[in-house]
């Protein structure tokens, strides 16, 4: 098939359609980004996956990207103008664009569209996410065991399940390993903001938090932890190792790059179909930094047993007897979450202090 | 030496060709930015300026598009410019526009399902009622106690937004939604939808709306006694005063008309381009309105061309990004320059540029 494409392009080429065949031959493939792509983390990262893309495959592929893309009104036109240009393949990396790439892709059954953390699917739209709860297993265990103020404080962004999955996860392998543990939630509303990302880390530190964890995307908080001094951090989405070996003491990668790859794979092969995707540690979708020496080698070595053991899928990070916040039975002994319940929470663990804003 | 002297009176002339020289300002400057980048200068600028409205893939899809930019753009700046002509600062807009939102949002969502052709004007009004009661609270905290009314709008702003936050997780939330925030879709909700009047046009009842409020305020300022009065207090105040004008109705009516005007452009985006109330559902066109506000002169006719010149460095900017890898900061520089150039080439509208052989200093 490919080789009838080339071989039509070059009948084009001799009929000095140059250009266009030209552009036909490449596969395109384009990213609309929520943050800047120098944010350090989300959108730094689904970047490091179109340079993966782009590395892979050379010469047959063009990647074209627009960042800081509001997930209003405007990400229905970003979406239009990127399908206008040629794409042929399309991620929107961030869960707001999710009616809007809907909407783009009925318009446009030809180009395939991907998108990041949402639920809704089309023919021609696959969504993608990573189990992002499993590092932050990893980092409550780590949190717990080095907390010595015993408050865990938690940057949290907008109050979606990915969000209160994480929570959960962390909040459970922390209370696991020190049952005295705290949690110190503060809602900053926002996925990058570098302003409030710190002023939400020194209020935590503040009210005694000795680690804190975020959800957000900046360098910010770990600059602010690096200040106040003896404060433990972990890089989201990105390694951020800048800030190793203190504050940063290890950290949820996410890569895509493997993804990114076999997708425009799929679609230069015409094998693209519709998949909704949820990979974790197992696949190599999160990856977890480098523990660094700050945290005591028997802490390190359990939590690169738990990571091991969440990868290889015989430890499920939510794994029963849990029970709700409200006291009510969740899972019983032994059993794990299932998909549905994980992709829609909206609930904390029982233990958690606090309310999920508005619910 | 060069030094300025006051002119008596602002120059007509000066202020109607320094926004012209502010562009072609930002054009030179920003022309040698993207050189530095390493991009073509002048294809860049073609790119924003050009390729919005006459480039043969994008100018179709594009053209439209910037009307649907423009039209919150200008139904908020009108507003915002009648206060800031007679010196009422409604720096809130931002949040009018998202309680403008909510309450037409929520009117609609409320009566979801139904079919009646009531719907839309009932959130038309609720959304005008919004943004209009939440400007009234700096109005009345201004004209009872005295309290700053730019202080009180713009704090305003992130009570709203948190009200966002909050309803788009629990009260509008869409029970088919699956836990996530958000609202349901006006989309699939064709009784409340702000369509297109003219498919393919991007003519929406917000467009529409634009262009009443434009020629109301002109008539408004040009021909009404109240224009008059906002007119007055804003360049004489004093002389105001004389006149009878009375302080307090003028302050509630700038700023409740810039508050139901915010709200209107709120909900008619929220129903149409946007489709659906979720917890970032603004992106600061309150703001960017003020800016709109003033690069059109506090005219009508002027913001209506300010609006759309800055929907077309949007929709450019973004073509830019696409097309020539521009990074995205660099077009937010761009639109910097474009204020920053304004605001300098005013001197030349206040003061007379002189030229002496003998040094004062």
């Not at chain 1, 080789?3 to 392009?9: C, F, H, P, Q, S």
Request: with cysteine; net charge negative; proline share 5%.
């Amino acid at each position: 098939m490919r080789a009838v494409k080339t071989l039509l392009a070059g009948v084009a080429l001799a009929a000095g359609l140059a250009g266009a065949a030209q552009a036909q031959d490449k596969t395109k493939v384009g990213f609309i980004f929520v943050g800047p792509v120098g944010d350090g983390g989300w959108t730094y990262e689904h970047n490091q996956g179109r340079l993966a893309v782009e590395e892979e495959f050379g010469d047959s592929v063009e990647t074209i990207y627009q960042e800081s893309v509001p997930e209003g009104a405007d990400a229905e036109r970003a979406i239009t103008q990127m399908a206008l240009a040629g794409a042929d393949l399309i991620f929107t990396t961030s869960f707001g664009y999710m009616d809007a790439t809907v909407a783009v892709a009925e318009k446009f059954p030809d180009i395939k569209f991907e998108h990041a953390t949402g639920y809704k699917t089309a023919p021609n739209v696959s969504v993608y996410s990573a189990r992002f709860y499993e590092g932050r297993a990893v980092q409550g265990h780590i949190a717990g065991k080095m907390t010595k103020s015993n408050v865990i404080g938690y940057i949290a962004s907008f109050p979606i399940p990915e969000v209160i999955r994480g929570i959960n996860s962390a909040y459970i392998h922390a209370k696991k390993v020190n049952p005295d543990v705290q949690f110190k939630i503060i809602w900053a509303y926002t996925w990058f903001d570098p302003a409030k990302e710190a002023d939400a880390a020194k209020a935590l530190i503040e009210q005694g938090a000795d680690v804190i964890l975020q959800h957000t995307d900046s360098t910010a908080p770990q600059a602010a932890a690096q200040e106040a001094g003896n404060i433990i951090t972990f890089g989201q989405a990105s390694d951020m190792s800048d800030y190793a070996p203190m504050p940063r003491v290890s950290s949820i990668i996410d890569n895509w790059a493997p993804y990114y790859i076999a997708r425009t794979k799929a679609v230069m092969d015409g094998t693209w179909e519709s998949v909704s995707t949820w990979d974790g540690i197992g696949s190599g979708m999160v990856g977890i930094g480098e523990i660094t020496d700050a945290v005591p080698a028997d802490v390190k070595a359990e939590a690169e047993a738990l990571r091991d053991a969440l990868g290889s899928g015989e430890y499920h990070a939510f794994t029963g007897p849990l029970n709700k916040q409200d006291g009510s039975a969740w899972l019983a002994e032994g059993e794990t979450a299932d998909d549905g319940t994980l992709a829609g929470m909206n609930f904390y663990v029982e233990g958690i202090e606090g309310e999920i804003p508005s619910n | 030496m060069i030094h300025l002297e006051k002119r008596p009176q602002p120059s007509k002339f000066w202020a109607g060709l320094t926004p012209v020289l502010a562009v072609i300002a930002t054009m030179i400057a920003g022309g040698f930015m993207f050189w530095m980048l390493g991009k073509a200068p002048l294809e860049a600028i073609r790119t924003i300026f050009w390729d919005p409205l006459f480039h043969e893939t994008f100018g179709p899809y594009s053209r439209p598009q910037l009307l649907v930019k423009a039209a919150p753009l200008i139904l908020i700046a009108v507003g915002l410019s009648l206060g800031f002509r007679a010196g009422i600062w409604n720096i809130g807009a931002e949040g009018q526009y998202i309680m403008g939102a909510i309450c037409g949002a929520g009117v609609g969502l409320a009566f979801y399902p139904s079919e009646s052709i009531l719907i839309f004007p009932a959130m038309v009004l609720a959304g005008a009622l919004g943004g209009w009661a939440w400007a009234m609270i700096p109005g009345l905290l201004k004209v009872r106690f005295g309290t700053n009314e730019i202080l009180v709008s713009l704090m305003l702003v992130y009570v709203a937004e948190n009200l966002l936050a909050s309803v788009s997780q629990g009260l509008l939330k869409n029970p088919e939604g699956m836990g996530f925030p958000g609202s349901r879709n006006f989309r699939d909700f064709p009784a409340a939808y702000n369509t297109e009047l003219i498919s393919g046009t991007g003519m929406h009842w917000g467009v529409a709306a634009a262009f009443v409020a434009v020629i109301f305020a002109y008539v408004l300022l040009t021909r009404h006694m109240l224009g008059f009065q906002v007119r007055l207090t804003g360049e004489a105040p004093r002389a105001a005063r004389f006149a009878g004008v009375n302080p307090t109705r003028l302050i509630l009516f700038c700023l409740g008309t810039s508050g139901a005007l915010a709200g209107l452009a709120g909900l008619f985006e929220v129903s149409g381009p946007s489709g659906q109330v979720t917890i970032d559902f603004n992106s600061g066109y309150g703001f960017t309105a003020i800016i709109v506000a003033f690069l059109g002169r506090l005219h009508p006719i002027g913001i209506l061309l300010a609006g759309l010149l800055m929907a077309l460095t949007y929709i450019g900017g973004e073509l830019a990004q696409l097309m020539l890898g521009l990074p995205g900061a660099a077009i937010q520089m761009f639109q910097g320059m474009l204020m920053f150039f304004l605001l300098a080439m005013d001197v030349l509208s206040h003061y007379r540029i002189r030229f002496n052989k003998t040094a004062t200093a």
